[in-house]
């Protein structure tokens, strides 16, 4: 038996800089400090960040002058921090300089001529923020069947979430070029996604049973999900490793493990733990090995 944990699994760039710039503001504490919405989808990180004196905003309602507020690494619409700065809170601004880079693009093109099309979750905060940044004239789009709806236009542009699915974006890309005279493609799923999502498909191609753990709601988790879905039957997502249980794995002598950008390195060393303890249920004799 033996367990494999995808390479690049657990957090990426920009949310480990989105943690560090918050427990470095907690450190030096000089009046309540709010998140712009949760930091990172992680139940565990956001119970860990309230010890620290941490709590999370979702209204300007909830804010008082000279409060500080991080704004997290999804980043958010130009409208938000027009309200916060109306609100005179101190800014710590843990956007993801990646998302930052995607931001100035749909601004530069929000000036151009043609319609922008975003492959992504319109109720992610990201998205949310890219579309302020389109001076809301930016079409979301979710998957392949609504791009096929679209009526021809002369001219588009479409980008993506940076955590999107790359085989979704392309099929999209593919229904758009037939609906578009002339379509600019501007391919922003970050890197870190890109490695992420080539590993875990490495992966489930090697292993009986493939489990990806991280938060419910985190986008890049369930694109995880799906893309090992597709290629593997016996894939499981759980938000924590109490959820593992010997049925998951019966029979499997290869199992593979991978996480989100928002999974905590802890999460998937416990996952692991619970993974060879599940084994053990099933065939106490068997001798495990971890990759
Ligand atoms: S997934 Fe990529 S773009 Fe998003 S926060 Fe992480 S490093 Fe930045």
Known sequence: MKIIVAKNSGFCYGVKRALRLARETAKNKQSKIYTWGELIHNPEVINELKNQGI???????????????????HGVSPDIYRILKKKKVKLV????????????????????????VIVGN???PEIQGLLGYSRHKALVVENESQAKSLPYQKKRMVLAQSTQDGQLFSQIVAALVERTGELRVYNTICESTRIRQEATTELA???DVLIIVGGRNSSNTNKLYQISRRLLPRTYFVESPEEITPEMIRGATRI????????????????VIAINN????NSPQEKMTND
Do not use: M, W
């Not at 709590?55 to 690494?73: H, M």
């Not at 100035?104 to 319609?115: A, D, I, N, P």
């Not at 593979?256 to 060393?269: Q, Y």
């Open 278 to 281: 599940s084994c053990q249920q």
């Open 93 to 116: 601004d843990a956007t993801c300089p990646i998302v930052k880079k995607i931001q100035q693009t749909v601004e530069k093109l929000s000036r151009q001529s043609g319609e922008i």
């Open 256 to 271: 593979g493990l991978s996480g989100g950008a928002s999974t905590p390195p802890e999460v998937i060393k416990n996952t």
């Open 122 to 124: 319109p109720k992610h």
């Open 55 to 73: 709590r999370v905003a979702n209204s300007p309602s909830e804010l008082k002058v000279g409060d500080t507020v991080i704004i997290r690494s």
């Open 205 to 207: 191609r090697q292993v």
